[in-house]
């Protein structure tokens, strides 16, 4: 079964920059979209960026648009996603998640990894 590892979160000031990676090692993503998720303590998750199989199409929540840029390399089966001008309120665990196709709703995405932790503060 396809499994999704994360990668890259860490603490940063605010301003800062990250760059998180969603990776498989067993099966390829080519036919995956993919989409990055973050839950908050005390919050729902919510969607952040997603992405189709071949990376034609993208999309972004409002509250990271000209911030956020998400990205796929099929040839490495990783996507990634830049985090620029991070704020506080991205302070969340990152997931990434597969689905058959491109969507953002949580409910189409049906392989998700363990997530990774990112901190905003000063």
């Known amino acids: 079964q396809l499994q999704l590892v994360e990668s890259g979160g860490n603490k940063v000031q605010p301003g800062g920059s990250l760059t998180l990676s969603c990776r498989t090692s067993?099966?390829?993503?080519?036919?995956?979209?993919i989409g990055w998720f973050r839950q908050a303590p005390g919050k729902e998750r919510e969607g952040v960026s997603w992405?189709?199989?071949?990376?034609?199409?993208?999309d972004y929540i409002d509250s990271v648009k000209g911030r956020f840029i998400i990205s796929r390399d099929n040839s490495k089966n990783t996507v990634y996603v830049q985090m620029n001008s991070l704020k506080p309120e991205d302070t969340a665990v990152y997931y990434c998640?597969?689905?058959?196709?491109?969507?953002?709703?949580?409910?189409?995405?049906?392989?998700w990894g363990q997530g990774t932790q990112v901190t905003v503060s000063s």
């Open positions: 067993q099966y390829t993503l080519e036919y995956y979209a």
């Open positions: 998640a597969a689905g058959p196709v491109f969507g953002v709703r949580a409910f189409e995405y049906v392989i």
């Open positions: 992405i189709s199989h071949d990376g034609s199409t993208t």
